[in-house]
């Protein structure tokens, strides 16, 4: 009973199925590039867990954007399932690996914030169902500002945490 309550659909708008905290920092002058470290949270299914997923990202952006950050982000996100116990053991962790599409805003002098919304995909945007759905806020040392598109891909700095 307490499993069902937790797998919610209520449950799961006030608690996330991923929660994450990152590290970031990008150079854009109109294209650019990102680098990221995120901690991952699981918090349904099998792969949940109180030990984060940790993950390392690059990737390229464009946009109306002239900036450089170094960034720390909070995040959020939503599996692409109706209940996470449906998704099969290392389901959900390997949907952090593999590629990520979003669109970025933000602006700083010396201090700045960004707001991100973003999707996973395991094979590659456009060309795969997402995996998860998700936004972050990130704040830190900024200068510039900007809307952004970007590609970016993530591999784990542990891999013996995805296999299951």
């Known amino acids: 009973m307490l499993s069902d309550a937790w797998n919610s659909p209520s449950a799961r708008l006030v608690i996330p199925d991923k929660l994450t905290l990152s590290l970031s920092s990008s ?3 109109y294209a650019g590039v990102h680098t990221g470290l995120s901690f ?6 099998h792969d949940a867990s109180v030990v984060p997923y940790v993950m390392t990202s690059f990737g390229g952006q464009a946009g109306a954007d002239v900036s450089a950050d170094a960034l720390i982000g909070f995040g959020v996100g939503y599996y692409a399932s109706s209940d996470m116990r449906n ?19 933000g ?3 010396i201090v700045g914030a960004n707001i ?6 395991s094979v590659a945007p456009l060309v795969s169902t997402p995996t998860w759905i998700g936004g972050s806020i990130s704040g830190g ?3 510039g500002g900007g809307i952004t598109g970007s590609i970016s891909y993530s591999i784990p ?4 945490q995805f296999k299951k």
């Open 27 to 29: 150079v854009t002058a």
């Open 40 to 45: 991952d949270f699981i918090t349904r299914g």
């Open 107 to 109: 602006a700083g002098f």
């Open 141 to 143: 040392a900024m200068i």
């Open 157 to 160: 700095i542990f891999p013996s």
């Open 87 to 105: 998704l099969q053991p290392g389901e959900a962790a390997n949907g952090l690996t593999g590629y990520t599409a979003a669109i970025s805003g």
């Open 116 to 121: 991100t919304g973003s999707m996973g995909f």
